[in-house]
């Protein structure tokens, strides 16, 4: 069987999975997007129901916000 190939939105959804969660730039240098277009994915994944926290920046005033999913849709699987 062939292998599934695995989209730039799965690729953030897995991003925000994780417990370290995301910043914007990590997300636009695997997808190759552009700052808007990957904040257009999280308005998306908000709408789809997801809920995505956001948490100010470390110590660090060069690291942006941390984006991760605190809870997915009900229906999502």
């Known amino acids: 069987m062939a292998k599934s190939k695995q989209t730039k939105k799965m690729k953030v959804r897995a991003m925000l999975e994780r417990p370290q ?3 914007l730039e990590a997300i636009c240098k695997v997808t190759g997007w552009q700052s808007h277009s990957a904040r257009a994915v999280l ?3 908000r709408k789809a129901g997801y809920v995505i926290e956001r948490s100010a920046p470390g110590d660090s005033k060069t690291s942006g916000s941390v984006y991760r999913i605190t809870a997915a849709p009900e229906d999502a699987a």
Request: proline fraction near 0%; aromatic fraction near 16%.
């Open 21 to 23: 969660g995301a910043t």
């Open 43 to 45: 308005s998306g994944f």
